[in-house]
């Protein structure tokens, strides 16, 4: 029997989208913690994937690099670093939350009802979507991240128990 190559745990998917993001803004370990204000120290422990996820530090990271806090989780979760990397400037993880925060407040309970052929369906579509229209498309983004981000922000829960 032949052993599968082992996944590489949380930590070492943060820390590499973490280093990734780092790069691409040329910024420097003791920039990126001064602007998070923490230590150095507890920066390079961030950065390298030790402890526990700390959602607090990937969004204060987010703010400090101008990178999509949602995509650097998402990146976590689908074991993808370079994920955090695609979405860091276009922010599209952050996009697709608030869009969803919306479509949640708009339908409510009647999400229940929606059966999941008709999601992938209608999910689907969208990215395809994106596919086809990437080149057309360009909308007043900025202002409508801000509000959006600021929507999302007051709804997160704070940091600590």
């Known amino acids: 029997m032949s052993e599968s190559p082992q996944q ?3 930590g070492q998917i943060l820390a590499e989208a973490l280093k990734r993001i780092r790069r691409l803004r040329d910024l420097s370990a003791p920039q990126v913690s ?3 204000h923490i230590s150095l120290r507890t ?3 961030f950065e390298a994937g030790r402890g526990r996820l700390n959602e607090d530090y990937v969004h204060r990271f987010a703010r400090a690099t101008d990178s999509d806090p949602h995509a650097i989780l998402h990146a976590v979760k689908i074991g993808s670093p370079q994920l955090a990397v695609w979405c860091a400037d276009n922010k599209f993880l952050t996009v697709f939350e608030i869009e969803l925060q919306r479509f949640g407040d708009r339908m409510g309970e009647r999400i229940r009802s929606l059966e999941p052929r008709e999601l992938i369906l209608a999910i689907s ?5 994106l596919e086809s229209e990437s080149r057309d498309r360009e909308v007043d983004s900025r202002t409508w991240l801000e509000t959006g981000q600021a929507d999302l922000n007051r709804r997160r829960p704070k940091p600590g128990r």
Not at 125 to 129: D, K, Q, V, Y
């Open 43 to 45: 920066y390079q422990d």
């Open 8 to 10: 590489p745990h949380d």
């Open 125 to 129: 579509a969208m990215f395809h979507g």
């Open 34 to 36: 001064e602007r998070m």
